[in-house]
């Protein structure tokens, strides 16, 4: 199993939007960057992702998330009413892909991007990295266990 971080406004979705879903299951498109793409092609079913929030009043990593069905082709890249659409890409090999994500938990609050920028743990995160700007990105599992370390207050081995 892998681990991964995801960023999104909460206003656009957000780990109070998975919780609301009846199967806690959202699709995770319009992603339009060609490394953050690739990253997606990569996940797995099962695969636990942490969601985090930023351009809000709360930027950190809110939850985790878990990847429940593999890269697909993105369907947004295809509809011209949708700000995703593409029209060079072409129906039978298509640029984008999808993934599909369901609700795991929501934390009692954000771990705040300058906390995790504090930790020695995470100097190799992208996410904390000078110039960072992929919305998708792998996280190593001394990263992960880490990260959850800092979630209130868990004593992770």
Same mark, same amino acid.
């Given at each position: 199993?892998?681990? &991964?971080?995801?960023?999104?406004?909460?206003?656009?979705?957000?780990?109070?939007?998975?919780?609301?879903?009846?199967?806690?299951?959202?699709? &995770? $498109?319009?992603?339009?960057?060609?490394?953050? +793409?690739?990253?997606?092609?990569?996940?797995?079913?099962?695969?636990?992702? #942490? /969601?985090?929030?930023?351009?809000?009043? +709360?930027?950190?990593?809110?939850?985790?998330?878990?990847?429940?069905?593999?890269? *697909?082709?993105?369907?947004? @890249? #295809? $509809?011209?009413? =949708? =700000?995703? *659409? $593409?029209?060079? =890409?072409?129906?039978?090999?298509?640029? &984008? @892909?999808?993934?599909?994500? @369901? #609700?795991?938990?929501? #934390?009692?609050?954000?771990?705040?991007?300058?906390? /995790?920028?504090? @930790?020695?743990? /995470?100097?190799?995160?992208?996410?904390?990295?000078?110039?960072?700007?992929?919305?998708?990105?792998?996280?190593?599992?001394?990263? &992960?266990?880490?990260?959850?370390? /800092?979630?209130?207050?868990?004593?992770?081995?």
């Amino acid at each position: 199993m892998a681990h &991964w971080l995801v960023k999104s406004e909460p206003d656009e979705c957000g780990i109070d939007d998975f919780a609301a879903r009846p199967d806690g299951t959202i699709p &995770w $498109d319009g992603v339009r960057n060609y490394q953050a +793409r690739n990253f997606l092609a990569k996940m797995a079913p099962g695969d636990e992702v #942490f /969601l985090y929030h930023s351009s809000c009043k +709360r930027i950190g990593v809110a939850g985790i998330i878990r990847v429940m069905r593999a890269a *697909y082709p993105d369907p947004l @890249q #295809f $509809d011209p009413e =949708s =700000s995703y *659409y $593409d029209p060079k =890409s072409p129906p039978d090999k298509p640029r &984008w @892909q999808a993934v599909d994500m @369901q #609700f795991v938990e929501k #934390f009692d609050d954000v771990v705040p991007l300058q906390t /995790l920028k504090a @930790q020695p743990e /995470l100097s190799d995160l992208p996410l904390v990295r000078r110039g960072a700007r992929l919305s998708v990105m792998p996280v190593s599992d001394g990263e &992960w266990r880490h990260i959850l370390s /800092l979630v209130n207050g868990r004593n992770i081995g």
